[in-house]
């Protein structure tokens, strides 16, 4: 069956740090994958986009991978901030166009 | 430029009862998604319109959801009757391009069935 994976649990990293989240899936074949952040009460926010022929994409202290052979993206925050806390989703093309989107992981940067 | 609109933000109601949801998108995107997002769980689209035509509706309970963007603008979602398992956000975005760009999210409305 198809699935999106992304880690349950919460993220605890101290401020500073590099905070890296996973998006695993399986039987997808997408052309994209996007990163958004959501905060408690609020609609998710686009942050990155990444097409399958890129393999790193960069935005300020935000980096994302896409590597289609292991079926994987990893989102990374460098000097993470308290700021950074939030739910971090991924979501992902299907083969009928639509976004397919992973449960989020809780990300905690504390101080 | 003012983001996607969406009222009411919070609806509390009894089961079997209606209820109906407003999204005003960003002016100027043809696409529109409405979206149902249960507590820890990932957003699941219900319906998408390209302007006023409904492109996928796939995963919308016609039994009980509707939905309707007239002229293009903008849309209402609505219950009929409402079930406890409905308690849910309900998320609009919007696109100016295809179902592969960002989407842009309204603050989204809060149901809460009892």
């Known amino acids: 069956s198809q699935k999106i994976e992304q880690n349950s649990e919460a993220l605890n990293i101290q401020e500073g740090k590099t905070a890296t989240l996973t998006c695993n899936y399986t039987?997808?074949?997408?052309?994209?994958l996007q990163w958004y952040r959501q905060d408690p009460g609020r609609g998710p926010v686009f942050l990155l986009l990444i097409r399958e022929n890129e393999k790193e994409k960069r935005k300020e202290r935000l980096k994302v991978t896409f590597d289609t052979t292991l079926k994987q993206s990893l989102f990374h925050i460098t000097a993470s901030q308290p700021a950074d806390s939030a739910t971090y989703l991924c979501a992902l093309d299907d083969s009928n166009y639509q976004l397919i989107w992973g449960a989020g992981t809780k990300l905690i940067i504390k101080p | 430029e003012a983001g996607v609109a969406q009222s009411p933000r919070y609806k509390i109601i009894e089961k079997r009862q209606s209820v109906a949801f407003w999204c005003n998108p960003i002016?100027?995107?043809?696409?529109l998604y409405w979206y149902q997002q249960i507590l820890g769980q990932g957003p699941k689209l219900l319906i998408q319109f390209q302007n006023n035509g409904v492109v996928d509706d796939s995963q919308l309970p016609k039994d009980r959801f509707s939905a309707e963007r007239l002229k293009g603008v903008d849309s209402t979602l609505k219950i009929q009757p409402a079930k406890l398992e409905d308690s849910a956000v309900y998320l609009c975005?919007?696109?100016?391009?295809?179902?592969?760009?960002?989407?842009?999210f309204g603050p989204g409305t809060r149901l809460t069935v009892t």
């Open positions: 039987n997808y074949s997408p052309a994209y």
């Open positions: 002016s100027g995107h043809a696409t």
């Open positions: 975005a919007s696109t100016a391009g295809g179902a592969l760009y960002e989407q842009y």
